[in-house]
């Protein structure tokens, strides 16, 4: 029992990273057209922060402009993907929805507004114009809500969730186990 219960927790916590990664990429496509179309609407150039993030941690210089922008969509995607884990583990705890989001939200800007400025690939967020930050807000909103919406929808909570083969036996091994070890409880 022992043993079945470490495998349920493992494949639990397996498959909530699994189904993070899948609903942190289906974030990071969100907010990476919503990007793209607010970039279309305002002018702004794309970021290179992702690139400049990567030469700071690593040590590192782009080839090429050409590359750094490369590098700065695939970091984009592989971070915003791996964020998704977070996720994950939020459902894992046990939170859903809006109280979900929320937190995720929370986790992730607020690492962002820390860790940029402290790798000197951002100003801080004190520096920023009120239309950056809410620019910046806005698509981390769309991020944490379809990443939550796809793991909510993907990690949909079954009436029982152990399935009715894991059910019976657990119930098989109770009812198999002697009068001296069961508990007595008192209503």
């Not at 186990?177 to 007595?184: D, H, I, N």
Request: charged share 20%.
């Amino acid at each position: 029992m022992e043993k079945y219960i470490k495998q349920n927790a493992l494949s639990s916590f397996g498959t909530a990273i699994g189904v993070g990664l899948i609903a942190g990429l289906a974030g990071t496509i969100a907010m990476t057209l919503g990007q793209i179309a607010e970039m279309k609407v305002t002018g702004r150039k794309a970021s290179s922060t992702p690139a400049n993030a990567v030469r700071e941690v690593f040590d590192v210089e782009p080839v090429t402009p050409g590359k750094a922008e490369e590098v700065s969509n695939e970091v984009h995607l592989a971070y915003g993907t791996s964020l998704g884990m977070i996720r994950g583990l939020i459902g894992l705890a046990g939170l859903k929805g809006m109280i979900a989001n929320t937190l995720h939200f929370i986790i992730i800007w607020g690492g962002k507004i820390f860790m940029l400025p402290s790798l000197r690939v951002s100003a801080p967020v004190t520096h920023e114009s009120r239309k950056s930050i809410t620019t910046d807000i806005v698509h981390h909103l769309v991020y944490v809500t379809t990443a939550g919406c796809v793991y909510d929808a993907i990690n949909q909570k079954k009436k029982y969730p152990l399935s009715k083969e894991q059910r019976m036996a657990i119930k098989k091994i109770v009812q198999e186990r002697p009068e001296s070890k069961k508990r007595k409880v008192k209503f």
